[in-house]
Structures are given as structure tokens and as C-alpha cells.
């Protein structure tokens, strides 16, 4: 099973964009997600998670004051709104799931499908 990732792209400084993760012909509307980056040569990083219900989210502080997730779950699709962009951010970003919990995780090894990621690339 595959998530489908989109919305990368190319920016400026101080820009926004929004990312979108799909999951074609399934349903994760029972599923914590979460988005990760990779940034070249470094390792995979938490970036925010959203429960099942999207009534809990949770934030790295490097992007907590700047970015918001959200989910359509009619929609099978979750969201990460970025604003304010900043060079550091310039990643992969993966969108994951995984079966709900209590406790929302930023570990890359508590979540079980991972999509494919997109390039977001922020010009100084």
C-alpha cells in the first residue's frame, strides 16, 4: 500500500505551500498520519501528526509557529499548510500512517505505509 504525495515544489523564502497525501482505493480514516523530511545527507525527521479523527495534532517546534496539518477523511486525504518558509526547510517530505493510537508519535519506526515524497525546495 502506497501514499501518494504532492504539492512540492520550488519557493521563496517567506512563501507557503500546501502538501497533500491520498491514498487511492483505501481508507486511513482510522489511521494516525504523519509528515516527515529528509533533508540530503541527513536522516529522516518528524514534522507533525494528526489523529484519526483530527482532533490531536502535534508539531515539531522548528514548524509548530508556521505550519498545520489537516485531514478529509471523505477525502482519504491529509494536508501539511506551510508558511513562512525557510531554507532548513528544504526537504523530502513523506506523508505515513499508521493504526491509531492514544498517543500521536514522531518515530519514523511506529508507522507502517509511507508514501513516496515530494521535493519542497526553498530559495533564500
Known amino acids: 500500500v502506497q501514499l501518494q504525495a504532492s504539492g512540492g515544489g520550488l519557493v521563496q523564502a517567506g512563501g507557503s505551500l500546501r502538501l497533500s497525501c491520498a491514498a487511492p482505493g483505501r481508507t486511513f480514516s482510522n489511521h494516525d498520519m504523519a509528515w516527515f523530511r529528509q533533508a540530503p545527507g541527513k536522516e529522516r525527521e518528524f514534522v507533525a501528526a494528526?489523529?484519526?479523527?483530527?482532533?490531536?495534532?502535534y508539531f515539531t517546534d522548528s514548524v509548530k509557529d508556521r505550519f498545520s496539518i489537516s485531514r478529509d477523511n471523505a477525502k482519504n486525504t491529509v494536508y501539511l499548510q506551510m508558511f513562512s518558509l525557510e531554507p532548513q526547510d528544504t526537504a523530502v517530505y513523506y506523508c505515513?500512517?499508521?493504526?491509531?493510537?492514544?498517543?500521536?508519535?514522531?518515530?519514523?519506526?511506529?508507522?507502517?505505509?509511507w508514501g513516496l515524497g515530494t521535493q519542497v525546495t526553498v530559495s533564500s
Open positions: 505515513a500512517a499508521r493504526t491509531s493510537r492514544i498517543v500521536l508519535s514522531s518515530k519514523v519506526n511506529d508507522y507502517d505505509y
Open positions: 494528526i489523529s484519526w479523527t483530527g482532533s490531536r495534532t
